[in-house]
């Protein structure tokens, strides 16, 4: 079964600079301490990323995984689903962007992952405060 986490966060940041940010994925290992290498596999006809590879640390070793994008709620919400990953079954999430009444960004992060190997409970938390930092990591982007 898969396990579930969700963080939001408020960003100083205007909705279109966190989503520029959010799809240039391209550019995650400059600013996503766990992204090592990212590829675009595929692009949609926009011309947006649909398929990428990453290459990120994971519980003391490298993982890979292929996410499909889905941008038909663009751009207030970026959706994703694996496609293949090595010690993950699934990853399903999503990030929404809300617009502020001061002009800035509310980011919410969904994230539904289930792992090939049970893992111990202690472990999933180091796990998931690892995963959900990257709202952490968006925010200090987009401020910047």
Do not use: C
């Not at 966190?18 to 391209?26: C, G, N, P, T």
């Not at 996410?67 to 929404?96: E, F, K, N």
């Amino acid at each position: 079964m898969a396990e579930t986490a969700s963080q939001t966060t408020i960003i100083a940041a205007a909705p279109a600079r966190v989503w520029e940010i959010a799809i240039d994925f391209e550019r995650y290992p400059e600013w996503a301490k766990d992204v090592k290498d990212v590829i675009v596999r595929g692009r949609d006809s926009e011309g947006r990323p649909n398929e990428v590879e990453f290459r990120t640390s994971a519980l003391g070793r490298s993982t890979h995984y292929t996410l499909a994008y889905d941008y038909s709620q663009a751009p207030s919400v970026l959706a994703w689903r694996m496609l293949r990953g090595d010690i993950m079954r699934t990853i399903d999430g999503a990030y929404h962007f809300t617009p502020t009444d001061d002009g800035g960004t509310e980011a919410r992060y969904d994230l539904a992952i289930e792992l090939v190997v049970p893992l111990p409970g202690f472990v999933k938390r180091r796990a998931e405060v690892r995963i959900l930092n990257s709202v952490r990591e968006l925010k200090i982007r987009a401020e910047a």
